[in-house]
């Protein structure tokens, strides 16, 4: 807890930024920042202690690995996921926790009296965060997911609801053949629209406005949903499934990237997977997919080609 608000105060600050070129003196830190110098020394001190800053010389701040990546222009940015879960929003959905646990009930509509995709339409400032939040998500788990699966040979992608991601650009800026289209909320759809317009990509990528709980209006050899199905219950994520399934052409296959339950025993990925869980049942109404609640959708076990 006490973590998360320190990464999203420095993040704020713009911490980051002030040293891209190099350490400097906590006096200059706090001057451009707006900050009580002693104050400002205690939270990077703080903060030290987990691996993010460090003190160089006698009273200056430098980068880490991990405090480098909390910079707006570093290629695998996470400043805005940091600013995003330390925000006042956040904390006040898990300040009701327990009301999560008691009724099974998303936390963050019994504390601000709406849901999420509601909260997010009536503040416009806590949009962006959210879209900018979840672009650098992408940026982080793109390259994983690129890693794993073998997309040369997947034809006619469609991502399903990945209009505040990178993941369909990624893919077809590593792969020459594939062709994609974007099948997202009309809102999300125009704001994808506008990121596109002048890409390199814009003449194998389509960006398509539709409703995913409806039949997607268009065709597909492989579909990918990016952390799509962790934000809705079985009975809506089913319905995504099978939007997607009727969607496929013939042999056709899918990557779904989620919070998924543990593939393996590995600590780290299962304490990661854990809290995600948490996170979905507090904030929007999800839970972890797991390949037995599949088996509704009509298409357990089709995936796309993992790499050897």
């Known amino acids: 807890m006490w973590v998360a608000r320190a990464l999203q105060v420095a993040a704020r600050l713009g911490i980051a930024d002030l040293l891209d070129d190099g350490p400097r003196p906590l006096a200059e830190l706090a001057d451009r920042a707006g900050c009580d110098r002693a104050a400002l020394g205690r939270l990077l001190d703080a903060l030290g202690t987990v691996g993010v800053f460090a003190r160089t010389?006698?009273?200056?701040?430098?980068?880490?690995?991990?405090?480098?990546?909390?910079?707006?222009?570093?290629?695998?940015?996470?400043?805005?996921?940091?600013r995003l879960?330390?925000?006042?929003?956040?904390?006040?959905?898990?300040?009701?926790?327990?009301?999560?646990?008691?009724?099974?009930?998303?936390?963050?509509?019994?504390?601000?009296?709406?849901?999420?995709?509601?909260f997010l339409d009536g503040s416009p400032a806590e949009g962006r965060l959210f879209d900018e939040a979840m672009t650098g998500?992408?940026?982080?788990?793109?390259?994983?997911?690129?890693?794993?699966?073998?997309f040369s040979e997947a034809g006619r992608i469609a991502d399903v609801g990945g209009g505040?991601?990178?993941?369909?650009?990624?893919?077809?800026?590593?792969?020459?053949?594939?062709?994609?289209?974007?099948?997202?909320k009309p809102a999300a759809a125009a704001k994808y629209r506008d990121a596109l317009r002048g890409?390199?990509?814009?003449?194998?990528?389509?960006?398509?406005?539709?409703?995913?709980?409806?039949?997607?209006?268009?065709?597909?050899?492989?579909?990918?949903?990016?952390?799509?199905?962790?934000?809705?219950?079985?009975?809506?994520?089913s319905v995504i499934l099978r939007t997607c399934r009727d969607?496929?052409?013939?042999?056709?296959?899918?990557?779904?990237?989620?919070?998924?339950?543990?593939?393996?025993?590995?600590?780290?990925?299962?304490?990661c997977r854990c809290w995600c869980s948490a996170a979905a049942v507090n904030v929007p109404r999800g839970k972890r997919t797991t390949c037995s609640r599949d088996p509704a959708s009509g298409w357990c076990g089709r995936s796309a080609r993992p790499r050897p």
């Open 247 to 271: 969607a496929l052409r013939p042999g056709g296959g899918s990557s779904r990237s989620s919070s998924s339950s543990p593939a393996t025993n590995a600590p780290r990925s299962w304490t």
């Open 57 to 82: 010389g006698t009273d200056g701040f430098g980068h880490t690995p991990m405090s480098a990546v909390l910079a707006t222009g570093h290629p695998r940015s996470v400043g805005a996921v940091a």
């Open 164 to 184: 505040h991601g990178t993941l369909l650009p990624d893919i077809l800026a590593a792969v020459p053949k594939p062709t994609g289209v974007l099948l997202d």
């Open 85 to 118: 879960f330390g925000a006042d929003w956040q904390w006040g959905a898990w300040s009701g926790l327990e009301h999560s646990i008691r009724r099974g009930d998303p936390a963050l509509d019994h504390v601000l009296g709406i849901g999420l995709q509601a």
């Open 199 to 237: 890409s390199d990509l814009a003449d194998r990528l389509d960006v398509v406005g539709c409703d995913y709980f409806e039949p997607l209006p268009e065709k597909a050899d492989t579909i990918v949903l990016n952390r799509v199905l962790h934000d809705w219950d079985d009975g809506p994520a």
């Open 137 to 150: 998500l992408s940026r982080l788990l793109n390259r994983t997911i690129l890693n794993a699966y073998d």
